[in-house]
């Protein structure tokens, strides 16, 4: 399967834990965008990371929320200290080229659950 | 600021009926558009894009949208719905190569 593969497909954390969300892109892409779908509401964007480099976090919250993505390896989305407003459904996608215009691919998401 | 409206939070269609879901958005250019479709528990999977040209683009699994710059509108349209066409449908605008703006989404249930 050469898409957007994300793991775990779901999980479950306890206020106050970490939560480390992977992605890996589409075979050749070296784009990664990270977004954050909260039930009944559309996708809102996190992140935009290229190899190495985080090119746009503004939409990422100040604090407990970082992601990375290094030379080698899937990308990563980190949650420190969960809070119950942190469930939600984290999708990644990626595109081969930089631009408005390019179609992004998505993965079938991570749903983050916190007890 | 951009945005995009889907007006429509819920349409029921029967199986067999035509379908268009609504898209507004607010850019001062000329934006390039995107309709996405997610099934439960899946990510999104691109329908179609409008960048420039015919303002009737095809996508896939049947499915057009029409571009109006005058209306500010991508309407996504099916001539005739299918069951497995049931899902969540997002519209999305690109701004710029990290600011892709999602609609709300709507929610199509298909009767028998």
């Known amino acids: 399967n050469a898409g957007v593969m994300q793991n775990p497909r779901h999980l479950v954390r306890r206020r106050g834990q970490e939560a480390r969300l992977r992605c890996s892109p589409m075979k050749g892409h070296s784009h990664v965008y990270w977004y954050r779908q909260l039930p009944e509401e559309g996708l809102k964007f996190m992140v935009y990371l290229q190899k190495e480099n985080i090119i746009d976090e503004s939409g990422m919250p100040k604090e407990r929320f970082s992601a990375e993505f290094p030379k080698e390896g899937p990308s990563i989305l980190r949650i420190q200290q969960v809070v119950r407003g942190d469930s939600a459904a984290y999708f990644c996608?990626?595109?081969?080229?930089?631009?408005?215009?390019?179609?992004?691919?998505f993965g079938d998401g991570t749903r983050l659950s916190i007890l | 600021a951009q945005s995009v409206t889907q007006p429509d939070i819920h349409i029921t269609v029967s199986e067999g009926a035509s379908l268009e879901l609504r898209c507004n958005y607010s850019y001062g250019a000329t934006p390039y558009l995107f309709w996405y479709v997610q099934s439960p528990g899946q990510g999104l999977q691109l329908l179609l894009k409008y960048f420039s040209g015919d303002t009737l683009v095809q996508g896939i699994k049947g499915f057009e949208a029409e571009f109006k710059r005058s209306q500010s509108s991508f309407n996504l349209r099916k001539p005739s719905v299918h069951w497995s066409d049931a899902a969540e449908y997002f519209c999305a605008v690109g701004v710029r190569t990290n600011d892709m703006r999602f609609g709300a989404g709507t929610r199509l249930t298909v009767k028998p």
């Open positions: 996608a990626s595109s081969s080229l930089r631009g408005a215009n390019q179609p992004q691919h």
